[in-house]
C-alpha cells in the first residue's frame, strides 16, 4: 500500500501496549528529527492480524509518545482479520466442505456373440 492508499483509512486510538513492532533498528536521527512526518502520514500505520496489531510504519512516532508517557497513540489500522473470513474448524467431512464431484459412468456390458 502506499502512503496515499493509508490515507482511506481513518486513524483510531490504540492502546502503545498493544503495538507489536516490526522493526529490528532504530535510527536515532530520525527519532531526533522534529520534521520526520514532512513527507509522510502523520499517523502510525498497523496491520491487525489474527488478533494481533503489529506496527508496520511510525515506529519512531510511537516510540516518541511512549517517552512522553502517553498510553494511546492515533493509528491507521488495515484489518485483515475483517477482510478475510474466519475458517472455523471442521468436526468431519461434511456435503458442504466436499468439492463436486463428476458423475461415475456406469460400466458398460459387453456383447458376448
Known sequence: MTTRDWALIPPRQVRMDT???TKRELALDALLADDSTFYGDLFPH???WKGELYLEDGLHRAL??????????????????ALMPVAQPAAGPTTESLPAQPPVPAPQQ???R
Open 46 to 48: 498497523a496491520v491487525q
Open 64 to 81: 516518541r509518545a511512549a517517552l512522553q508517557q502517553r498510553n494511546v497513540i492515533h493509528v491507521r489500522v488495515l484489518d485483515l482479520d
Open 19 to 21: 503495538l507489536v513492532t
Open 110 to 112: 459387453r456383447d458376448s
